[in-house]
């Protein structure tokens, strides 16, 4: 067995949006190396053993997390990484695991939600449609420099750059091809309480940008796509809501009120949680203790009047039974309690088996005649 580095994605920030598979890495983790700026504490906290060492890769740098994956190949060590969003996207997952590699260690990838679809979820729009696109482009903040060749295909598009570089983009898209009033979707840090999640076109990005002062990177959506569908109308002739008629498959699968599907996994896991700890309890304790027999002692409480070993008090005359004041005996005496000894469970004698060869008989010796005299 050799160490393992699990490349886990958390989501994009929220701690209920963590996969139950990357919760379990989380929880088996020996160690745990994430950055708390960009992944709510919750989702470690939640989940990772109280022993385990926790890891600010933003404050350290990244030799020390090459050492941290050192001693995890010698000590046979699991640790987690990790990843905002799904490490697939924009995470460096290939330099990684050729260290890892290098070092003879076991590697493995968790996916999670990425943040292109959680701001997508975030306002409740589909990246690709029938209709409009039926094709989404990632660029980096690497490849910011190729908006324009990429916004010629006119298709839905996930930008993530610096916000301070928006007016570039802006530049990079209408030369490609984009209308000012196309729509454009921007959210920074989605899913955690300070998120920002704003609806805007291209005209409007820079002010937009510069209104909510976001100067990191920033995640921009942009497309037709995106675009908010007309507001529906209620029919005159309706007159209030038709009551919910529900068959009772649906009245079978309904829930208990305030247990949500996120909950029940939450629980899931929690469960799944307490059962490795208690598995892990007992198997230290089986190998502090082998399990000697144990011989345990059960006494009944004694009689009033008696001592501890249901004799009779000192003293006192040792009789067959009570006795009346008057000479008459009394009713019978009851029965001394008993010492119960509960024997520990002895091995069973291995068995003998008698031989099967049959004997020689012996003759019988003759007696020796008296001599006469």
Same mark, same amino acid.
């Given at each position: 067995?050799?160490?393992?580095?699990?490349?886990?994605?958390?989501?994009?920030?929220?701690?209920?949006?963590?996969?139950?598979?990357?919760?379990?890495?989380?929880?088996?983790?020996?160690?745990?190396?994430?950055?708390?700026?960009?992944?709510?504490?919750?989702?470690?906290?939640?989940?990772?053993?109280?022993?385990?060492?926790?890891?600010?890769?933003?404050?350290?740098?990244?030799?020390?997390?090459?050492?941290?994956?050192?001693?995890?190949?010698?000590?046979?060590?699991?640790?987690?990484?990790?990843?905002?969003?799904?490490?697939?996207?924009?995470?460096?997952?290939?330099?990684?695991?050729?260290?890892?590699?290098?070092?003879?260690?076991?590697t493995e990838v968790v996916p999670g939600v990425s943040q292109v679809s959680a701001a997508a979820a975030a306002?409740?729009?589909?990246?690709?449609?029938?209709?409009?696109?039926?094709?989404?482009?990632?660029?980096?903040?690497?490849?910011?420099?190729?908006?324009?060749?990429?916004?010629?295909?006119?298709?839905?598009?996930?930008?993530?750059?610096?916000?301070?570089?928006?007016?570039?983009?802006? #530049?990079?898209?209408?030369?490609?091809?984009?209308?000012?009033?196309?729509?454009?979707?921007?959210?920074?840090?989605?899913?955690?309480?300070? #998120?920002?999640?704003?609806?805007?076109?291209?005209?409007?990005?820079?002010?937009?940008?510069?209104?909510?002062?976001?100067?990191?990177?920033?995640?921009?959506?942009?497309?037709?796509?995106?675009?908010?569908?007309?507001?529906?109308?209620?029919?005159?002739?309706?007159?209030?809501?038709?009551?919910?008629?529900?068959?009772?498959?649906?009245?079978?699968?309904?829930?208990?009120?305030?247990?949500?599907?996120?909950?029940?996994?939450?629980?899931?896991?929690?469960?799944?949680?307490?059962?490795?700890?208690t598995k892990r309890a007992a198997k230290a304790a089986e190998a502090a203790d082998p399990g000697a027999p144990?011989?345990?002692?059960?006494?009944?409480?004694?009689?009033?009047?008696?001592?501890?070993?249901?004799?009779?008090?000192?003293?006192?005359?040792?009789?067959?039974?009570?006795?009346? #004041?008057?000479?008459?005996?009394?009713?019978?005496? #009851?029965?001394?309690?008993?010492?119960?000894?509960?024997?520990?469970?002895k091995p069973k004698p291995v068995g003998v088996r008698a031989s099967t060869t049959p004997r020689k008989p012996?003759?019988?010796?003759?007696?020796?005649?008296?001599?006469?005299?």
């Amino acid at each position: 067995m050799t160490g393992r580095v699990s490349f886990v994605g958390a989501g994009p920030g929220a701690a209920d949006l963590i996969t139950v598979r990357g919760a379990k890495r989380i929880a088996e983790a020996d160690a745990v190396v994430w950055s708390p700026a960009v992944i709510e504490a919750e989702a470690v906290r939640e989940h990772a053993r109280p022993d385990a060492e926790l890891v600010d890769f933003s404050r350290v740098p990244e030799v020390e997390v090459v050492e941290l994956y050192r001693r995890a190949s010698a000590g046979k060590l699991k640790v987690v990484r990790l990843h905002a969003g799904d490490p697939a996207l924009w995470g460096g997952l290939t330099e990684q695991q050729d260290t890892c590699r290098r070092l003879g260690l076991d590697t493995e990838v968790v996916p999670g939600v990425s943040q292109v679809s959680a701001a997508a979820a975030a306002v409740g729009r589909e990246l690709t449609t029938s209709d409009v696109a039926q094709s989404l482009v990632l660029t980096g903040p690497e490849t910011a420099e190729h908006v324009e060749d990429f916004a010629a295909h006119g298709t839905t598009m996930a930008i993530s750059a610096s916000g301070a570089r928006a007016g570039l983009v802006v #530049e990079r898209l209408r030369a490609g091809g984009y209308p000012d009033e196309t729509p454009v979707v921007v959210a920074h840090k989605v899913s955690l309480p300070d #998120e920002t999640v704003a609806q805007t076109t291209i005209g409007g990005l820079e002010a937009c940008v510069k209104e909510h002062k976001l100067y990191r990177t920033t995640l921009f959506l942009v497309g037709e796509a995106l675009a908010q569908p007309p507001a529906r109308r209620r029919s005159p002739s309706v007159e209030g809501d038709e009551p919910v008629r529900r068959s009772k498959w649906s009245r079978r699968t309904q829930r208990p009120a305030g247990d949500s599907p996120s909950a029940a996994a939450w629980s899931a896991v929690h469960e799944w949680q307490e059962a490795a700890r208690t598995k892990r309890a007992a198997k230290a304790a089986e190998a502090a203790d082998p399990g000697a027999p144990v011989l345990e002692l059960v006494v009944d409480e004694p009689a009033a009047g008696s001592s501890a070993a249901g004799s009779p008090a000192a003293g006192s005359p040792a009789v067959e039974g009570p006795v009346a #004041e008057d000479g008459a005996d009394g009713p019978p005496a #009851e029965p001394k309690p008993k010492t119960v000894v509960a024997a520990a469970t002895k091995p069973k004698p291995v068995g003998v088996r008698a031989s099967t060869t049959p004997r020689k008989p012996v003759g019988s010796r003759a007696k020796k005649s008296k001599r006469a005299n």
